[in-house]
């Protein structure tokens, strides 16, 4: 039986320059790897098979590289390069710095967005979407090409411009929050610690 992930390419957004957090967040440790190893394994144990590492130059298992193609213009630079380089139509979205992120939660995403026939779908929470925890179509490319060549490079700019669809997530808000600083960091330790689960 056909995964629900094979038709889905998947992007982990590493860019950035961690200012806040004093170090790059991609390279924090979880479980005894770092952040975007972990994602890497999460995402391959779900079943994707095209996974990328976007912004991030060091290799890690199971992911290729993708680089940016306008620089320095934050996650939708990130999302813009994945989808050119996505081998799918549609690609799932996730920051590294979200590793808690609840597998039930992807797999809620993909079947809402394979239902809904739209370019966008992403999560929300009481009424906060999500963006960087999504699903966007490669169709978007020239409009996401459009919006990097201005001086406003919000990814919210997509939302104004095409047809999204909200996919509900109702389980515990500290698992799907992005980690900025230390203090949010030492948070996230202590609430993996507290979760049933095996080091992958």
Partial sequence: ?????D???????AGGKSL????????????????????????????FRDIMLSGYDKPVD????????FLRQGPLGGIYAGLCAAENENCF????????????????LLSTHTQSGNPITVLVHADQLEPLIGVYS???????????KTNRTSVMRLFDAGAYTLCPYTGDMSLIESCNT???????IATFANLPHDCV
């Fill in 138 to 148: 490669r169709s978007l490319c020239p409009l996401a090409e459009d919006i990097l």
């Fill in 20 to 47: 806040r957090m004093g170090k790059n967040k991609s390279e924090l440790e979880l479980c005894g790897m770092s952040f975007a190893e972990y994602q890497v394994q999460k995402l391959r144990r779900l079943g």
């Fill in 182 to 188: 230390p203090e949010e960091y030492k948070k996230l």
């Fill in 93 to 108: 979205f996730i920051s590294v710095d979200t590793p808690l992120c609840p597998e039930d939660a992807i797999r809620a």
């Fill in 7 to 13: 038709s889905f390419s998947a992007v982990i957004l």
């Fill in 1 to 5: 039986m056909q995964k629900s992930t």
């Fill in 62 to 69: 199971g992911a290729r590289n993708v680089p940016d193609i």
